[in-house]
């Protein structure tokens, strides 16, 4: 399975961008989608998730701003931020879960796919 990460670019504070994550190969194999982030001198950490019933997860910094969301029919996932904070400031990466648990869902060990990422960068 591959995943092509694009969306990314310089917004500024409270602006929207929209990540997409185009999954290709053997589709089949994913299940729960999953975006991860990492800033700059910071550990990679949990956004979003999308599972294979629509059930979705948040981390609190992003909850009521980010929605994560997928089109099954074009193997694509989604990440709309709105009302975007300095503090977004990171590499986006997509990943790609085969598993149907939910179990500690926000770490990264439990997603076998991984993007390449994609900058977004917050101007204050």
């Known amino acids: 399975v591959q995943l092509q990460a694009s969306g990314g670019g310089l917004v500024q504070t409270g602006g929207s961008l929209r990540l997409s994550c185009a999954a290709s190969?053997?589709?089949?194999?994913?299940?729960?989608m999953g975006w991860f982030r990492q800033a700059p001198g910071k550990e990679r950490e949990f956004v979003a998730r999308?599972?294979?019933?629509?059930?979705?997860y948040y981390a609190d910094a992003v909850k009521g701003r980010f929605t994560i969301s997928r089109d099954n029919a074009k193997n694509t996932v989604y990440l709309q931020m709105n009302s975007l904070k300095p503090e977004d400031t990171a590499i986006y990466y997509c990943?790609?879960?085969?598993?149907?648990?939910?179990?500690?869902?926000?770490?990264?060990?439990?997603?076998?796919?991984w993007g390449q990422g994609t900058l977004v960068t917050v101007s204050s």
């Open positions: 190969g053997r589709t089949f194999r994913t299940n729960a």
């Open positions: 990943a790609a879960d085969r598993g149907y648990s939910d179990y500690n869902y926000y770490t990264e060990g439990v997603y076998d796919y």
């Open positions: 999308i599972n294979w019933a629509g059930s979705t």
